[in-house]
């Protein structure tokens, strides 16, 4: 069992910066993915950005070229720094870790809202 803390979330002006972060209960150094999926109001669940044990880093479209995702495994913690923050950025954002021969686990997932 791993537990997923969020943290980093919260109001924000368009225009603004947050990093989200989240720390696992146990080393992610052998995890296979990590990432951050955001789920907006009646809209389904996306990915946001990804890395993997080779360190590939996927993004989603609407996000390549203003968010970053990184991790630290001294911590056990990936972190996305989101930068030029629009409206359409606002959903609750959840993290995801899959490790070899588990299933994939959860955090509960953090608002995050972009409004003037």
């Known amino acids: 069992q791993v537990q997923l803390v969020e943290s980093g979330g919260g109001l924000v002006q368009p225009g603004g910066s947050l990093r989200l972060s989240c720390a696992a209960s146990?080393?992610?150094?052998?995890?296979?993915?990590m990432g951050w999926y955001r789920q907006a109001p009646g809209k389904q669940r996306e990915l946001v950005a990804a890395?993997?044990?080779?360190?590939?880093?996927p993004y989603a479209d609407s996000v390549k070229g203003r968010f970053t995702i990184s991790r630290d495994n001294a911590k056990n913690t990936v972190y996305l720094q989101m930068n030029s923050l629009k409206p359409e950025d606002t959903a609750v954002y959840y993290c995801?870790?899959?490790?070899?021969?588990?299933?994939?686990?959860w955090g509960q997932g953090i608002q995050v809202t972009v409004s003037s």
């Open positions: 995801n870790a899959k490790f070899p021969l588990e299933p994939a686990y």
């Open positions: 146990r080393s992610i150094f052998s995890i296979y993915v």
């Open positions: 890395i993997t044990r080779g360190a590939n880093t």
